[in-house]
């Protein structure tokens, strides 16, 4: 379990907290709308109205008690960097960013920011390669190069075995996991035999995954 500050309830903000809180962190979070905080107390920790761009409401909060501050204010730019730098002049131990554009995001690590992220671009390519294929349900890149898949199990592997298919040799793919349902299973072994019932989480390249019907 961790500590998190989640500054700026948008959408993102908003999504991001809650996400956090489910997956047992403890949760505070900022803002300056009251009627934003009334709503998500519920589901945090606890919540403060308050400005992050003015030093005396962070030194309050007790930056270095987190171990992950979380600056979501995507709409005001100047007060996402504003934030960012008093973060780490108050001793945040890392901070996450929200940023929009590349200018920003260079900006925002100039100003302190350990990490950025762009939701809408990262949004935007994950379902652009989802849709512009038939045999990819889900998608994350890793590398310019490499990806993780959730595929469908081509009906000609049914009944084969991963050692029979040799498929990291043949079609230079990596099987993370086979998933059933909402069933999981890791690392299946060499012998697992394929199911079209099943889908398979591989890493691999776009070339490669491409050659899979």
């Known amino acids: 379990m961790k500590s998190i500050l989640v500054i700026g309830l948008g959408r993102f903000g908003t999504y991001m907290a809650k996400k956090f809180s489910e997956l047992g962190n403890h949760v505070l979070v900022l803002d300056t709308d009251e009627e934003k905080i009334d709503e998500i107390l519920p589901y945090v920790t606890s919540a403060q109205i308050g400005d992050a761009t003015k030093p005396a409401v962070l030194d309050a909060i007790g930056i270095d008690n987190f171990d992950l501050c979380a600056v979501c204010m995507g709409e005001n730019f100047q007060s996402s960097l504003e934030t960012t730098s008093l973060l780490k002049e108050a ?46 349900f889900d998608y994350i890149q890793l590398t310019p190069e490499y990806a993780i898949y959730e595929i469908p199990t081509p009906r000609g592997w049914e009944g084969k075995t991963i050692r029979d298919k040799n498929v990291r040799a043949k079609y230079n793919l990596n099987i993370l996991g086979v998933k059933r349902g909402e069933t999981l299973t890791p690392l299946p072994d060499a012998d697992h035999p394929f199911s079209t019932k099943e889908r398979l989480i591989v890493m691999c390249r776009k070339e490669d995954i491409e050659k899979i019907h």
């Open 91 to 136: 001793g945040a131990k890392y901070v996450l960013s929200r940023a929009s554009t590349e200018i920003q995001a260079k900006f925002l690590k100039r100003n302190g920011a350990d990490s950025v992220i762009f939701p809408e671009k990262q949004t935007a390519e994950r379902l652009a390669v989802r849709y512009s294929a038939d045999n990819i």
